[in-house]
């Protein structure tokens, strides 16, 4: 028992730590935005971001949990749109790619999932940017840019402290609140077990794309790592295991909720992240893809 805690409290420490520099960086250049760029490069920025949703789709590509947690820092700022958001959260990868590439899953199919998932995420985050552009134009209003109001919300007195240490103060934060909410959910996946998850969701049409979506809205790296067991095993067809993976956007909703004041919003967000990767976790078993 003892030992078994001290493996996942060391598999949480290890994994909080590759998200430091992430987080380090993200909020460093969100500093410079505030203190150097001015109201000028917020505004290209803003501008900058209805093409958000191809370079989030992009970069949430890659097998790191970071860019989902960057991305939910540079949304709560207002940086990025709600788009470019959701092309991140649907194409994280999180770690598919290495559990892949250490059971020799060939590359041809490797690369066919990572670009399904980029492409998703690049037609779901600029419907979602259509959409949000359409409401907020029958509505006759729009809104500000918002790069203050993480440090606002924080009471940092950023400009006191200076673009590092603020930025530094800022990741410890989240370091912080992350490692214990990981702690928490890699204690509960390591007493359920993979068996329990396998024999509830085994090959069930339709259903497994939902329940799938479930577990990959844990806000863990861990959700896609039993995504894309669960799958290898055979215990999930293809649609399914792409609805959780989809879903999965890793720490990023942990962090949106911690960081975000807006709890409304925070909810609307994960709940289309659900409907977009069960909509097409469905849609891919229905129309026959695999690889």
């Known amino acids: 028992m003892l030992e078994t805690i001290l493996d996942v409290l060391l598999d949480v420490l290890k994994d909080t730590a590759k998200l430091i520099p992430f987080l380090f960086l993200t909020y460093l250049a969100m500093e410079y935005v505030e203190h150097k760029a001015g109201e000028k490069a917020k505004e290209r920025i803003s501008k900058s971001g209805n093409y958000g949703p191809a370079v989030g789709a992009i970069l949430g590509a890659f097998p790191q949990c970071g860019f989902s947690a960057a991305a939910s820092n540079l949304y709560a700022g207002r940086i990025i749109t709600v788009g470019t958001l959701m092309a991140v959260y649907l194409s994280t990868s999180d770690e598919m790619l290495p559990i892949f590439l250490s059971e020799q899953v060939p ?38 840019p918002e790069v203050h109001s993480i440090c606002e919300n924080d009471h940092c007195h950023c400009e006191e402290e200076g673009i590092f240490k603020s930025a530094l103060h800022h990741t410890l934060q989240i370091t912080l609140f992350i490692f214990l909410v990981s702690l928490v959910l890699d204690f509960v996946i390591e007493f359920v077990g993979n068996e329990s998850l396998a024999n509830f969701i085994t090959n069930k049409p339709i259903i497994g794309e939902f329940v799938a979506g479930i577990i990959g809205l844990i806000p863990n790296c861990a959700a896609s790592v039993v995504i894309t067991q669960l799958y290898l095993e055979g215990a999930l067809s293809f649609g399914a295991m792409m609805s959780g993976l989809l879903v999965g956007a890793g720490i990023g909703i942990a962090v949106l909720l911690r960081i975000n004041k807006d709890m409304k919003k925070n909810i609307e967000i994960i709940g289309i992240l659900y409907g977009f990767g069960v909509f097409f976790g469905i849609l891919i078993e229905l129309i026959g893809i695999s690889v």
């Open 107 to 144: 590359v041809g199919s490797i690369l066919k999932i990572l670009g399904l998932k980029a492409l998703i995420g690049l037609i779901a985050g600029f419907a979602l940017d259509f959409a949000v552009r359409l409401i907020v134009k029958s509505r006759n209003h729009k809104p500000e």
